[in-house]
Every structure is written in C-alpha cells, then in structure tokens.
Nanobody, 119 residues
Framework: QVQLVESGGGLVQAGGSLRLSCAASGGASSIDTMGWWRQAPGKEREFVAAISWRGGPSPYADSVKGRFTISRDNAKNTLYLQMNSLNPDDTAVYYC????????????WGQGTRVTVSS
C-alpha cells in the first residue's frame, strides 16, 4: 500500500514562489506515474502536472505552463512541484497522487497541502 505525504504549502504573496514535496513510501517501487492535482474553494479537483518514474515528457495544465515545474528524485521516492510567479488563482489545496500504470485513474492520494496566494 503506497502512502503519500505532501509538504511545503503555505501563504505567499502574488509573484512569489513555493516548492511542494511529496514523499512516497510503502511500495513506492511499484509506482509508474505521479502527479499533482489541486482543488480551489468551490471548484472541482483539477490536474496540474504529472511525471513518469520512467522518464519522458511531463504534461502540464495550460494554466501553469511556464510557471510550474514538476520533478522527481527516484532515490528518495519524492515528487516536487516548483511553483513560480504565483497568483491568487493558484490558491488551492494541492494533492499528490500516484498510479501503478502509465494510464488510467490514480490509485493513491495524499492528504493535501494548502497553498494560499495573497494579492
């Protein structure tokens, strides 16, 4: 059973940066893809970015392209999301997710970390 624990959220002013981390444990070697999702108040959860543990291009939501960068440290089983040029529309709870295949639904989710961007 894979466990995911996010960290790094907080309050930041518009234009600032944050880096989120997600530590995977308990069977992390079986993970194929990890991703970041977010849910803003009153909205549905939306995809942010994903990365394959096997390498290859990483898809991003159009709203974060050029500002956010997803990366991973395979040795540490840790996923990162570097967020730059933040704006109030990025305010949300950010969730880390993992799936065992390179397609389909994500099997495991973290508890989320809150990011608040003030104007």
């Amino acid at each position: 059973q894979v466990q995911l624990v996010e960290s790094g959220g907080g309050l930041v002013q518009a234009g600032g940066s944050l880096r989120l981390s997600c530590a995977a444990s308990g069977g992390a070697s079986s993970i194929d893809t990890m991703g970041w999702w977010r849910q803003a108040p009153g909205k549905e959860r939306e995809f942010v970015a994903a990365i394959s543990w096997r390498g290859g291009p990483s898809p991003y939501a159009d709203s974060v392209k050029g500002r956010f960068t997803i990366s991973r440290d395979n040795a540490k089983n840790t996923l990162y999301l570097q967020m730059n040029s933040l704006n109030p529309d990025d305010t949300a709870v950010y969730y880390c997710a993992a799936r065992l295949l390179n397609f389909g639904a994500y099997n495991y989710w973290g508890q989320g970390t809150r990011v608040t961007v003030s104007s």
